[in-house]
């Protein structure tokens, strides 16, 4: 009987040991790797839960801040409403660094079908957040195309606090679809 609920218990662990197996394997050959950025399909052909284990390890305070911030940009692979309540979310990291790779990303991810929602987000990081995760805010607004982030762009162009400044005037200028400011 001892024989067999061993040999059960220890059963028990083989599947977890594989998926931690598997798991350090995603973190270093995917999170890891500086050299190369996978493809959607690439990443789904070494595991099919990938969106699960990019989100898991972008909270994961474990991890390097790199792996973090590349589990972040990943997650552009999947520009749906999922990843983008999971940008959200993490606008509310604890850790700037995080925070600003999650508002850039929210950004340029779903700057082409833009609305008011993802302005207003982006506006209050501006607001409330660090300068260094408002500046980022900045930035993400270039990819932004939506009539909102124009005007705000041209607001803090004029009346920003000065680095805010240059950053709204330079994305103006490089702004996906409008022109310019005469």
Do not use: K
Request: hydrophobic share 45%; with cysteine.
């Amino acid at each position: 009987m001892s024989r067999w609920l061993l040999v059960t218990t220890l059963l028990c662990f083989v599947p977890l040991t594989a998926w931690a197996q598997t798991n350090a394997s995603f973190e270093a050959d995917v999170l890891g790797a500086y050299d190369t950025v996978p493809t959607r399909t690439s990443l789904e052909a070494q595991c099919g839960d990938v969106r699960d284990r990019l989100e898991s390890a972008a909270t994961n305070r474990s991890l390097t801040l790199y792996a973090r911030h590349r589990a972040i940009t990943l997650t552009s692979w999947y520009p749906d409403s999922r990843t983008r309540g999971f940008l959200a979310d993490l606008l509310d990291d604890t850790n700037p660094e995080i925070r600003r790779m999650a508002v850039y990303t929210l950004g340029r991810s779903f700057g082409r079908q833009a609305d008011a929602l993802l302005v207003a987000q982006l506006a209050g990081v501006i607001e409330r957040d660090t300068r260094l995760v408002a500046q980022w805010a900045v930035r993400a607004l270039r990819w932004v195309d939506h009539e909102d982030a124009v005007r705000l762009l041209a607001a803090l162009a004029n009346d920003g606090e000065e680095r805010l400044a240059v950053l709204a005037r330079r994305a103006i200028r490089d702004h996906v679809t409008m022109t310019p400011a005469q």
